[in-house]
């Protein structure tokens, strides 16, 4: 199973940025699907979710409102849109998918049931 995600950049506060990420050897409709982010020296942290469980999604207070989490299914890819990006937005980002995630019954945004990461996107707000 692969992950790669894509997207990040530099942008000025207030811009967008749209994280896409692309699974293989996986069929993402059967899974639930995150993203993740760690900002130098911060510790990693759920950004949002969508639970296989009941298909509802899930954000982190900081987020919500700017951000939205979203599936292709049929191109088994994940996108975050990002709207409205602050400085402390900056992070690495990473999208994160798991088998367990198919019973998971616990808080998505925890990094517990994801085996499968991508690889990080880079995401600098800054003027």
């Known amino acids: 199973v692969q992950l790669q995600a894509s997207g990040g950049g530099l942008v000025q506060p207030g811009g967008s940025l749209r994280l896409s990420c692309e699974a293989s050897?996986?069929?993402?409709?059967?899974?639930?699907i995150a993203w993740f982010r760690q900002a130098p020296g911060k510790q990693r942290e759920g950004v949002s979710c969508?639970?296989?469980?009941?298909?509802?999604?899930y954000y982190t207070d900081s987020v919500k409102g700017r951000f939205t989490i979203s599936r292709d299914n049929a191109k088994d890819t994940m996108y975050l849109q990002m709207n409205n990006l602050k400085p402390e937005d900056t992070a690495l980002y990473y999208c994160?998918?798991?088998?367990?995630?198919?019973?998971?019954?616990?808080?998505?945004?925890?990094?517990?049931?994801?085996?499968?990461w991508g690889q990080g996107t880079l995401v600098t707000v800054s003027s």
């Open positions: 969508i639970s296989k469980l009941d298909s509802s999604t």
């Open positions: 994160a998918t798991g088998v367990r995630t198919a019973w998971y019954s616990g808080n998505c945004l925890s990094a517990d049931p994801y085996d499968f």
């Open positions: 050897r996986i069929s993402l409709e059967h899974y639930g």
